[in-house]
């Protein structure tokens, strides 16, 4: 079993709908947890970052984290064509190991 | 402009030629990183560095070789290359924690 499980979609959705894209993960340790997204060609960037528990919201852009559950998601408002692409989740531990473990991305495609 | 840079960006190789890729950052990060990134595997991180002269091994380091004389530079050597690295390779750095990486273009890698 993968220490971080994504489903890869592809996900297709209209322009204007709420996404909704999610990761499972095994290892309790994790506390850091990135949401990264990769266009064609190009490298990962990143679009958000939570440590431990809760919400964060940036603009059209929010990242919950449920530890108990060890389930985290990004959702996306009003999506646009422009956010077609690759989603990565990443996590990390704390205390010194730092070694960053990625989900295998979910790709979207927001159709106009 | 701060980045990551990556060379070459392509590279076709032959099996057991022994070959370097370069990374370097203008950002004084002290955490570096590689990752390949596989169809259907996602990324994984084959060695990171928090600093200088500190490298540890990610989740599939064998095969591969870095080292961190200084703190802009990280490079990946490849003694013996074989057709199963075959990837997409990736460089990243950061601050330390590595929760905001900032990736490379990439080096499309592919041995013969």
């Known amino acids: 079993q993968k220490e971080v499980e994504q489903d890869p979609g592809p996900l297709s959705v209209p322009e204007g709908a709420i996404v909704s894209l999610n990761c499972t993960y095994s290892?309790?340790?994790?506390?850091?947890f990135m949401w990264y997204r990769q266009y064609s060609r190009k490298g990962p960037e990143l679009l958000m970052y939570?440590?431990?528990?809760g919400n964060k919201e940036d603009g059209r852009f929010t990242a919950q984290v449920d530890k108990s559950s060890k389930y985290i998601s990004l959702f996306i408002r009003d999506s646009q064509p422009s956010d077609s692409a690759t989603y990565l989740c990443?996590?990390?531990?704390?205390?010194?190991?730092?070694?960053?473990?990625f989900g295998t991305g979910t790709k979207l495609q927001v159709i106009p | 402009e701060a980045q990551v840079t990556q060379n070459p960006r392509y590279l076709i190789t032959v099996t057991g030629k022994k070959l370097t890729v370069t990374c370097s950052q203008n950002?004084?990060?002290?955490?570096m990183s590689w990752y390949r990134q596989d169809p259907g595997l996602g990324l994984r991180q084959i060695y990171y560095?928090?600093?200088?002269?500190?490298?540890d091994k990610g989740d599939v380091p064998e095969g591969y070789k870095v080292s961190r004389k200084e703190k802009r530079n990280f490079p990946l050597i490849l003694e013996s290359p074989s057709p199963n690295q075959t990837s997409l390779y990736f460089c990243?750095?950061?601050?330390?924690?590595?929760?905001?990486?900032?990736f490379g273009p990439g080096t499309r890698l592919t041995v013969t």
């Open positions: 990243a750095s950061s601050l330390s924690p590595p929760y905001e990486q900032y």
């Open positions: 290892n309790s340790a994790f506390q850091y």
């Open positions: 939570t440590y431990s528990s």
């Open positions: 990443a996590m990390s531990n704390s205390g010194g190991y730092q070694k960053v473990t």
């Open positions: 950002m004084n990060h002290e955490y």
């Open positions: 560095s928090m600093n200088v002269e500190v490298t």
